[in-house]
């Protein structure tokens, strides 16, 4: 709503009733200093405000405020008012008591108090501090007038409440642990996407836990995943189960995550300690100032500006000093600390790398070792025929042939070396036997072997630190494989796999 | 009563709503809790005045617990 004129009787700077018309796009009001050209703002600034006008709190706290209002020069009899015209004809009376109070009457429809102050009313001293104004400052005057204070406002608490917000939620340290997750997962997975990561898991729960079929396949299944690998692991003998567990240590990125700590401390000490030294050089440098001052001295804080004692000042200096050299000293610790944590597992990582240990982690590379026996290779598979011993002292239970088309893990093939013959033979082994667990397999595996070499291997298992419980074993075998070698019992060929070079002297069917 | 144009209540907050449709396009996976709350709070005190460190907290504290999305409430049996 626009006003179609203002009228002021005694208020302010105008001595009688004078009427402005700005019913107009521009109007230029002059006169001569003190002839009440800005009452007519002051008048409008009275309305908006609720009976306060800006300028006016330098000269008058509070209440006193309205002493200002009305002239000074008016005449007994006279009475200060304002009077407002809109362009609806609609009018707007403010008549002042004595004491400068208020009453408002008429323009009921316009609600002049609602309007907003700035997009109404600006001052000639805005103005000009408009024009000396930095860029910013000028962005913020021109806001108000667009009608955008609000959003200024808003835009100002939403930027504090975003850093808030990271601040309670901890998102920096978040950020920080979603790194290390995206990187263990390009570890594990490199660039496979959800979508193939799930299908993993998929075949994984398949392979592990045949039991419950799964409805939907989905990422949380790794879970139930983790606990048949573990309980699988329950069921293996001592042995294997420290063999699984040394294969997950030495399998364990150690190297990586000791450069990563170590790098991570090298960049915050490269970081905290100028700042810790300059720090110290400024307190060593106002320690110095201070000692330069008499105890009954004052002298003005360099945070606040307050004028303190120099005492107090001294005192202070003192203790930041102090507090500071403490950081720095547990700083120093810290990193020693962490460097000797980071040595210590770059010696425990040497350990596990070292090829003794690497041979006895891959139990498969181990028995192969151990066990340099000649396979037949070639032919099919499917016409192979395993002896399925369960235990050591029993003689033939029964024979199992491989099931034809069964997969195979590792077809051999001629011109193989031995050791890798030996793998061969052994997954094989497994495909017949899954529930077996790797005890048997050897087992099975020896019963092919001269007993002599045998109890050599068992020898040098001996040498190679592997569980005593293993040689004695061997060493049992090979008794039990000569006693019955020189028992003479007759031979079945029908037992013995197609091209062995030294068979076994077993009787088939078990007496 | 009838209202001016220019009068303080009749800038609708537009704004507000415009944004937060825009805010809510950008971030799908941010839950409904927080845009309402965001409402009321673009149209309250957070577009009237600075707020204080510890109105801040308060704030932040309710918008990051309406992050996780309630369930929907079980409807009564008569």
Redesign the interface.
């Known amino acids: 709503m626009r006003i179609k004129s203002i009228e002021l009787a005694w208020f302010r700077g105008a001595a009688g009733p004078v009427s402005l018309e700005p019913n107009c796009n521009s109007m230029v009001v002059y006169g001569e200093n003190g002839s009440g050209k800005s009452s007519f703002v002051d008048a409008v600034e009275y309305v908006l405000n609720g009976g306060g006008i800006e300028h006016l709190k330098t000269e008058y706290s509070g209440s006193h405020q309205v002493k200002a209002i009305p002239n000074t020069h008016k005449p007994g009899g006279s009475k200060t008012a304002l009077r407002f015209v809109f362009k609806d004809d609609s009018e707007l009376d403010v008549d002042f008591n004595e004491n400068g109070s208020s009453k408002s009457s008429g323009a009921e429809g316009i609600a002049m108090g609602e309007w907003e102050y700035r997009q109404t009313v600006l001052r000639q001293n805005e103005v000009s501090e408009f024009i000396h104004d930095t860029k910013g400052k000028k962005y913020s005057a021109l806001l108000p007038l667009f009608g955008l204070h609000k959003m200024e406002v808003a835009a100002e608490n939403l930027r504090k409440l975003s850093k808030s917000v990271e601040t309670e939620a901890g998102l920096s340290e978040k950020r920080i642990k979603l790194e290390l997750v995206a990187s263990q997962r390009e570890e594990v997975f490199g660039t496979q996407s959800l979508d193939q990561i799930v299908k993993a898991v998929g075949d994984l729960y398949g392979q592990y836990c045949e039991e419950s079929p799964a409805k939907d396949i989905q990422l949380s299944l790794s879970n139930e995943i983790g606990s048949a690998i573990e309980n699988r692991i329950k069921g293996y003998s001592a042995d294997n189960q420290r063999h699984v567990f040394l294969k997950e240590v030495a399998e364990l990125n150690l190297q990586g995550r000791v450069d990563a700590v170590r790098a991570s401390s090298v960049d915050l000490a490269e970081s905290l300690d100028p700042q810790i030294a300059e720090k110290l050089s400024v307190l060593q440098s106002a320690s110095t100032f201070v000692n330069s001052f008499d105890d009954t001295e004052t002298v003005d804080c360099p945070a606040c500006g307050r004028e303190i004692p120099v005492e107090a000042f001294r005192e202070h200096v003192n203790l930041e000093s102090e507090r500071l050299q403490e950081t720095q000293k547990a700083f120093n610790l810290y990193k020693a600390r962490i460097g000797d944590v980071c040595d210590t597992l770059r010696s425990i990582k040497s350990n596990f790398d070292k090829p003794d240990l690497k041979t006895s982690a891959d139990p498969l590379q181990l028995v192969a070792a151990w066990f340099p026996v000649d396979l037949p290779v070639g032919g099919k598979v499917e016409h192979w025929k395993f002896v399925d011993i369960r235990h050591p002292y029993e003689r033939y239970r029964h024979v199992s042939p491989v099931p034809a088309g069964a997969p195979v893990l590792l077809q051999p093939q001629l011109g193989d070396p031995p050791g890798h013959r030996v793998l061969a033979a052994l997954s094989l082994i497994d495909q017949v036997e899954p529930t077996a667990s790797l005890t048997p397999s050897h087992e099975s595996l020896a019963r092919l072997a001269d007993p002599d070499h045998v109890a050599t291997v068992a020898g040098e298992a001996d040498c190679l630190g592997i569980p005593p419980s293993v040689p004695a074993r061997l060493r049992s075998f090979a008794r039990f494989k000569r006693r019955r070698r020189q028992a003479s019992r007759p031979y079945t060929p029908g037992l013995a796999l197609p091209g062995l070079t030294r068979l076994p002297s077993f009787a088939y069917p078990p007496p | ?9 009749d ?1 609708g907050d537009q ?1 507000v709503s415009s944004l937060l449709e825009a805010a809510k396009k950008d971030n799908p996976m941010v839950a409904d809790g927080v845009f309402a709350r965001l409402e009321i709070l ?1 149209e309250g005190q ?6 204080t ?1 510890t109105n ?2 308060a ?3 309710q ?2 617990g309406d992050t996780v999305p309630k369930p929907p409430e079980p409807e009564e049996t008569q």
């Open positions: 009563m009838v209202k001016g144009p220019e009068s303080k209540s800038s704004w673009l957070l577009s009237e005045r600075d707020l460190p801040l907290k704030v932040a504290t918008l990051i």
